[in-house]
Structures are given as structure tokens and as C-alpha cells.
Nanobody, 125 residues
């Protein structure tokens, strides 16, 4: 089976609205220890948004804390990002990332070696 990281759920929404992003990492027999969301705004560097581990750690970037919620699905290697109270600054391409093993900061980008193609989020004023 092909190994794929696939995001969905992006779209355009007005400021103050909500979106729920989904990601499935398929083609692996084992559970990914780390699942995370990153984003890249136009003209900016990619940045971490939220990360979740199989040992129960959940970490958020300061800019989204209290507005976004990351969770793992009941199906193996699925992860969601519920985004509420969206702001125009949240606009960007959102990427799902996955990794096995270790004891890392879940927001450390260099940890992740499996990436999706991204789903676009546009927040309008």
C-alpha cells in the first residue's frame, strides 16, 4: 500500500468563523508517535501550529492557544485540527506531519519526516 499523508477540510471563512481540518496517514503498519499541524502564510516561513503524541502530550503555538484544538481520531494515524475564532492572520497553507519514536518537542519541525501536500485556509475580514 502506498504511504500517503493527506489533509482535507481547508476553505475560505470569515474572521470569527471555524474550520475543522482532517489528516490521515495511511500505508503504515505502526501508529505514528507524533502528529502535528504546521502552516505557512504567503511570504513567510513555515511555523508550527499544534502537535500531539501517543503518550498524551499536546502542545500549541502561542498564537493559536485557546482557539485551536488538536486531537487524534479513533482510526489509526488520523489527526484533526478544530480551528475556532479564526483571524486573518491564520490564513495560509496547513500541513499535516507525522513521525515515529523519540522524545522530542512536538512542535520541532525537523522531527517530522512525513508530510502532506497541504490544505489551504483563507480567513477574510
Amino acid at each position: 500500500q502506498a504511504q500517503v499523508v493527506e489533509e482535507s477540510g481547508g476553505g475560505s471563512v470569515q474572521a470569527g468563523g471555524s474550520l475543522n481540518l482532517s489528516c490521515i496517514v495511511s500505508g503504515y503498519l505502526w501508529t505514528m508517535d507524533y502528529l502535528a499541524w504546521f502552516r505557512q502564510a504567503p511570504g513567510k516561513e513555515r511555523e508550527a501550529v499544534a502537535g500531539i503524541t501517543t503518550d498524551g502530550r499536546i502542545v500549541y503555538a502561542y498564537s493559536v492557544k485557546g482557539r485551536f484544538t488538536i486531537s487524534r481520531g479513533s482510526a489509526k494515524n488520523t489527526v484533526y485540527l478544530q480551528m475556532n475564532s479564526l483571524k486573518t492572520d491564520d490564513t495560509g497553507m496547513y500541513y499535516c506531519a507525522a513521525a515515529f519514536g523519540g522524545n522530542w518537542d512536538p512542535l520541532q519541525e525537523s522531527l517530522y519526516n512525513y508530510w502532506g501536500q497541504g490544505t489551504n485556509v483563507t480567513v477574510t475580514s
